[in-house]
């Protein structure tokens, strides 16, 4: 019985790395981070409600916000802005929902005086900006 889950496969191998390495994939996995951070939120605060720890609501979103844009920021970072390829997946997913998102994320960083991040998030919001207008103007 035990043998059968053995049974790797090299494809299954390669579609793994193929799914983590792909802008696409990383920016949709930071764009869905973001925005699920509220829900995340409300979760974090009812389970410490419930526990006998007792926190403050305000240490609680301030330390759900940390695991929230810390992470999204694990997926984001990854991308290389002067890869063509990482471009093209900015330019394919620029919308409404991934400027705000990156907004927020540099709202954040500018807030715990993260400036390296924010120059970096800033140059994608400008991307995204770009393939905007010219998405409206084709």
């Known amino acids: 019985i035990f043998k059968s889950f053995n049974n790797k496969k090299k494809e299954d191998d390669e579609f793994y790395f193929i799914m983590n390495d792909n802008p696409i994939i990383w920016l949709k996995m930071f764009k869905k981070i973001i925005l699920n951070s509220l829900n995340?939120?409300?979760k974090v605060t009812n389970y410490f409600s419930d526990s006998p720890f007792k926190m403050k609501k305000d240490e609680l979103a301030?330390?759900?916000d940390f695991v929230i844009y810390h992470r999204g920021w694990f997926y984001i970072s990854k991308l290389k802005l002067d890869d063509e390829a990482?471009?093209?997946a900015?330019?394919?997913l620029a919308d409404k929902d991934l400027k705000h998102t990156i907004e927020l994320t540099i709202q954040f960083f500018e807030?715990?005086?993260d400036y390296e991040r924010c120059a970096f998030l800033k140059?994608?919001?400008d991307?995204?900006?770009?393939?905007m207008a010219e998405n409206l103007a084709s």
Not at 127 to 131: E, G, N, P, R
């Open 40 to 42: 995340f939120n409300k």
């Open 127 to 131: 991307k995204i900006v770009t393939s």
């Open 62 to 64: 301030q330390a759900s």
């Open 123 to 125: 140059k994608i919001d």
């Open 111 to 113: 807030d715990n005086e």
């Open 90 to 92: 900015i330019k394919l």
């Open 86 to 88: 990482d471009i093209d």
